[in-house]
């Protein structure tokens, strides 16, 4: 049987197979990381912490579906897919209006599943 991410991956489909790259990932998790350390710099504009932290979490979930060998066409899927590339429930993953963005970031809860 077909895992959600087969699925999703083909001609005209939202991904792309392509093998992993380890370089590839450990780039895309260093720049998550700066990013999100960044981001917790209170000396940084409110707007600079947001669009640090966005493109910390962009990074690390693409660094994740890279890691299981797809690549997306459009920059929004690699959120869509956590559940299936991270393996965690939506408790951790989804960051709702309240939520702090660094916590559910963090490297201890996120980067360390595929380390």
Known sequence: MASPLEKLSGPAKVL???PSDAKEFAGLKR???VRLKDAENAANSLE???DLAYNAAHALA???LRWHGYRPSKRYI???VLPH???LGPE???VNAFGNITEVL???KVCGSFA
């Open 85 to 87: 590339t991270l393996g």
């Open 106 to 108: 963090r490297p201890n």
């Open 48 to 50: 600079s912490r947001f």
């Open 16 to 18: 792309a197979a392509e």
């Open 92 to 94: 951790v993953w989804r």
């Open 78 to 80: 690699v959120f869509q």
């Open 62 to 64: 693409l660094a994740a």
């Open 31 to 33: 720049s998550g990381l």
